[in-house]
T-cell receptor, first 113, second 114 residues
Framework: DVKVTQSSRYLVKRTGEKVFLECVQD?????MFWYRQDPGLGLRLIYF???????EKGDIPEGYSVSREKKERFSLILESASTNQTSMYLC????????????FGPGTRLLVL | AQSVTQPDIHITVSEGASLELRCNYS??????LFWYVQSPGQGLQLLLK??????LVQGIKGFEAEFKRSQSSFNLRKPSVHWSDAAEYFC????????????FGGGTRLMVKP
């Protein structure tokens, strides 16, 4: 079974803090994705990566950055957390073809005070 | 740009009743279409997907979906709902040759009455 793990289920941070969200997958997938999920808005893509050290902006990259130093690990970084970044963050991975399934981690619920 | 609409934000059905969740997409070519389910506190799990062939697709947990190109729809159905089906359901579309990027609908939250 594919396994996508995320470093934390719940996080509470203060405004202005630097926040790291980690994601690890064990299926040798080329693609990895970071989404945020907000009620009524579904999932919105923040960034994705199709290879080590490669990244592409998604629909809402502002205020975020990412890092992919190893194939299995994809990190989301909030350089200076703000209250409007309070959300559920979901990581996913897949093979690159359009018909391939994305596999999701359990999510990290982030609260920025 | 492609888009996905799930017109129903909330749906409540009685246990044992049939279910249909609506999904409409906007995309020029033949899309890859997915339905995911998210149980409370969990990540998303794939229910089924369509990318070619038979337009009626069978998935896990007794779900099926039908691709109707003329209506740009990919509605999810289940003949008899169980209490454990209470969850949020997301429809998504991917473009061909676009690195497997998904566009999601806003989701439909299903509640099941005993």
């Amino acid at each position: 079974d594919v396994k996508v793990t995320q470093s934390s289920r719940y996080l509470v941070k203060r405004t202005g803090e630097k926040v790291f969200l980690e994601c690890v997958q064990d299926m040798d997938h080329e693609n990895m994705f970071w989404y945020r999920q907000d009620p009524g808005l579904g999932l919105r893509l923040i960034y994705f990566s199709y290879d080590v050290k490669m990244k592409e902006k998604g629909d809402i990259p502002e205020g975020y950055s990412v890092s992919r130093e190893k194939k299995e690990r994809f990190s989301l970084i909030l350089e200076s957390a703000s209250t409007n970044q309070t959300s559920m963050y979901l990581c996913a991975s897949s093979f690159p073809e359009g018909s391939e399934t994305q596999y999701f981690g359990p999510g990290t619920r982030l609260l920025v005070l | 740009a492609q888009s996905v609409t799930q017109p129903d934000i909330h749906i409540t059905v009685s246990e044992g009743a049939s279910l249909e969740l609506r999904c409409n997409y906007s995309y020029g070519a033949t899309p890859y279409l997915f339905w995911y389910v998210q149980s409370p506190g969990q990540g998303l799990q794939l229910l089924l997907k369509y990318f070619s062939g038979d337009t009626l697709v069978q998935g896990i947990k007794g779900f099926e979906a039908e691709f109707k190109r003329s209506q740009s729809s990919f509605n999810l159905r289940k003949p008899s709902v169980h209490w454990s089906d209470a969850a949020e359901y997301f429809c998504a579309v991917a473009e061909d040759n676009a690195g497997n990027m998904l566009t999601f609908g806003g989701g439909t939250r299903l509640m099941v009455k005993p």
